[in-house]
């Protein structure tokens, strides 16, 4: 069946760093790849999404390439923040009526 | 405001009190899906429901119910709940329909459940 496999966590990095966290997949045809994030005590909320191999999904400065030669989808940051402390999720679907797959989740905590 | 709502947000029970954690969600979403989270393994799916009155078992069935008799609602039902079941529940909504786009789904707040 698909897969997620993300890399294992805790990051700490420091403010203004430069952020990569891995994502990879094992899934037949083409499914589409999100990125949640989830910050202390609250749900889960999408932070980009790509549904066609070479998309670049993008937003609040983060951004992810459908890699699908790699089958990666790697989420970067050129310089990350205080209020980017939370735990990130990598998750895949196909077309129609199929349930999110989600990685493990990484914990990313940012100290001044 | 669209929003996915789970009540209650904690609860601590003992071993076989029946229970029921509500979720509602005003978006009209046809799709509805209850999630566990455990620490080192991420979330996984419970069951899931396409429209009203159709629900299928996720990856994780065992020892819970649904049911989907309207469309805004999803309860998830612990008949009896065992200290195995202590987790953080979520629920999330989406729209259902293939497409681009269109698989996002929105989550509640969740419940942290504590089973004694």
């Known amino acids: 069946g698909d897969s997620v496999t993300q890399m294992e966590g805790p990051v700490t990095l420091s403010e203004e760093a430069f952020l990569t966290i891995n994502c990879t997949y094992t899934?037949?045809?083409?499914?589409?790849l999100f990125w949640y994030v989830q910050y202390p005590g609250e749900g889960l909320q999408l932070l980009l999404k790509?549904?066609?191999?070479?998309d670049k999904g993008s937003n609040k400065g983060f951004e992810a390439t459908y890699r699908k030669e790699t089958t990666s989808f790697h989420l970067e940051k050129g310089s990350v923040q205080v209020s980017d402390s939370a735990v990130y999720f990598c998750?895949?679907?196909?077309?129609?009526?199929?349930?999110?797959?989600f990685g493990k989740g990484t914990r990313l905590s940012v100290i001044a | 405001e669209a929003q996915v709502t789970q009540n209650p947000r904690y609860l601590i029970t003992v071993t076989g009190k029946k229970l029921t954690v509500t979720c509602s969600q005003n978006?009209?979403?046809?799709?509805m899906s209850w999630y566990r989270q455990d620490p080192g393994l991420g979330l996984r799916q419970i069951y899931y429901?396409?429209?009203?009155?159709?629900?299928d078992k996720g990856d994780v069935p065992e020892g819970y119910k649904v049911s989907r008799k309207e469309k805004r609602n999803f309860p998830l039902i612990l008949e009896s709940p065992s200290p195995n079941q202590t987790s953080l529940y979520f629920c999330?909504?989406?729209?259902?329909?293939?497409?681009?786009?269109?698989?996002?789904?929105?989550f509640g707040p969740g419940t942290r459940l504590t089973v004694t």
């Open positions: 999330a909504s989406s729209t259902g329909l293939a497409g681009v786009g269109l698989y996002e789904q929105y």
């Open positions: 899934a037949t045809g083409y499914p589409s």
């Open positions: 790509a549904t066609k191999a070479d």
């Open positions: 998750a895949l679907t196909h077309s129609g009526n199929t349930p999110l797959v």
């Open positions: 978006m009209n979403h046809e799709y």
């Open positions: 429901s396409m429209n009203v009155e159709v629900t």
